[in-house]
Nanobody, 115 residues
Framework: VQLVESGGGLVQPGGSLRLSCAVS????????MNWYRQAPGKERELVAR????????NYADSVKGRFTISRDNAKSTVYLQMNGLKPEETAVYSC?????????WGQGTQVTVAS
């Protein structure tokens, strides 16, 4: 099983990034997908979640209205569109495949919000 994130980088405050997580080695449509982030010295935080078929989404209060999670089951990929980024959102962003029994993680992608 592989989860490979991409799309991170350096962005100015107020800017946007779109993260992608390409999944292989499992039946993608059988897994809810999550995006987490972890900033230095802080605990990992759940940012957004999307159900197996994409009809339900949940967000951390801090990102509601700015971030959008989506998925393309035909491409086995989950996305996180991030708008209005803030410096305090600098973190490693990781995707997670959440199954009935198993959970899988990607390596993460660094997002740095700075001027």
């Amino acid at each position: 099983v592989q989860l490979v994130e991409s799309g991170g980088g350096l962005v100015q405050p107020g800017g946007s990034l779109r993260l992608s997580c390409a999944v292989s080695g499992l039946t993608f449509s059988s897994y809810a997908m999550n995006w987490y982030r972890q900033a230095p010295g802080k605990e990992r935080e759940l940012v957004a979640r999307i159900s197996k078929d994409g009809d339900k989404t949940n967000y951390a209060d801090s990102v509601k209205g700015r971030f959008t999670i989506s998925r393309d089951n035909a491409k086995s990929t989950v996305y996180l569109q991030m708008n209005g980024l803030k410096p305090e959102e600098t973190a490693v962003y990781s995707c997670n495949a959440q199954g009935e029994v198993w959970n899988y993680w990607g390596q993460g992608t660094q997002v740095t919000v700075a001027s």
